[in-house]
């Protein structure tokens, strides 16, 4: 496969992740498909998980993908991208890309580790899970301290979980789109129309 044709394969791939990112963040603002929490949230009380606000799959896995996507994607096409140098401007895209879905990941990580904030039995708002040696992830048995948002552990891991997957994969095509762009850059985007003989 020539370099402009995976540009433009990846470019494509990329595409739905980033939307695929940015709609699961904006999920996360509303567990319990609720917006009484975030409007608590916005009032100074403590409802939403710090990851949330970071916007990780909204600002890393979305916008910081999708401008490269749509770079990416151009230059895969014939035209005025589809030549060295804008292979070599996709690999400074691609690297943004990459720090976007680095950001992403590492976010999604970090509310899996720390969980949900809830309200927990004895009537406090709090990460119950945060500071616990017990790996409340794998143990369903202990999602039940959380009292609200109603299911919240679930939610919050279904979507984190979403999240870094999704970052993952553009980690690796933003990855690729960087080694694809350097060939492209050495060789040219082989783009143009073979000569019938």
């Not at 699961?24 to 609720?34: A, G, M, S, V």
């Not at 009032?43 to 890393?60: Q, S």
């Not at 895969?76 to 589809?82: E, I, L, V």
């Not at 048995?141 to 939610?155: A, Q």
Request: aromatic share 10%; proline share 3%; hydrophobic share 45%.
């Amino acid at each position: 496969m020539c370099t402009g044709k995976c540009a433009k394969f990846i470019g494509i791939s990329l595409y739905p992740l980033a939307l695929l990112s940015i709609i699961c963040n904006i999920f996360l603002f509303f567990p319990d498909f609720k917006t009484i929490y975030s409007k608590e949230e916005a009032e100074g009380l403590y409802r939403l998980t710090d990851e949330i606000i970071y916007m990780g799959g909204v600002v890393g896995g979305g916008i910081l993908v999708l401008i490269p996507a749509i770079h990416i994607h151009s230059t895969g096409r014939q035209g005025c991208c589809a030549n060295r140098c804008g292979m070599f401007l996709s690999i400074i895209f691609s690297a943004i890309g990459v720090a976007g879905a680095l950001y992403s990941g590492v976010i999604a990580v970090f509310a899996l580790i720390n969980g949900p904030v809830c309200l927990t039995e004895d009537g406090q708002w709090s990460r119950p899970f945060m500071n616990s040696t017990e790996n409340y992830i794998g143990n369903s048995d202990i999602w039940d301290t959380c009292e609200k948002p109603e299911n919240v552990v679930e939610f919050n891991i279904s979507l984190f979980v979403t999240l870094l997957v999704a970052a993952c994969l553009e980690l690796l095509l933003c990855g690729f789109q960087v080694l694809n762009g350097l060939f492209g850059c050495i060789c040219g985007t082989c783009n143009h129309k073979e000569e019938v003989a």
